[in-house]
């Protein structure tokens, strides 16, 4: 069973920075292309950033450039986003996703999921 586990989320000031971690169980997550989105309160859940395969290329939602940086560790496994100067709008449960081609970062385009991460912003 193919399976992602996001971890790293928590309680954050305005301002501080966390690192998310996505693992997965099933199969080796440089077969695909990852993707991370998260879903605010009421809101749609939307991508923020992705990375191919090899890590070469990266895409970030315009909300979140110059704070979001997406890596992957092939050999360990997993896929990492850090996330600086957070915001209270950053408030959201945040998942990373699977596919196996590059097409958009959104979400009607990747098949494997996690559960999710809450990341909650605040003073």
């Known amino acids: 069973q193919l399976q992602l586990v996001e971890s790293g989320g928590g309680l954050v000031q305005p301002g501080g920075s966390l690192k998310l971690s996505c693992s997965a169980s099933?199969?080796?997550?440089?077969?695909?292309?990852i993707g991370w989105f998260r879903q605010a309160p009421g809101k749609e859940r939307e991508g923020v950033s992705c990375?191919?395969?090899?890590?070469?290329?990266?895409y970030y939602a315009e909300s979140v450039q110059g704070r979001f940086t997406v890596s992957r560790d092939n050999a360990n496994n997993r896929v990492y986003v850090q996330i600086n100067g957070l915001k209270s709008e950053d408030t959201a449960v945040y998942y990373c996703?699977?596919?196996?081609?590059?097409?958009?970062?959104?979400?009607?385009?990747?098949?494997?999921w996690g559960q999710g991460t809450r990341v909650t912003v605040s003073s």
């Open positions: 996703a699977a596919t196996g081609m590059w097409r958009r970062c959104k979400t009607l385009d990747f098949d494997v």
């Open positions: 990375i191919s395969k090899s890590g070469g290329a990266a």
């Open positions: 099933g199969f080796t997550l440089n077969d695909y292309v």
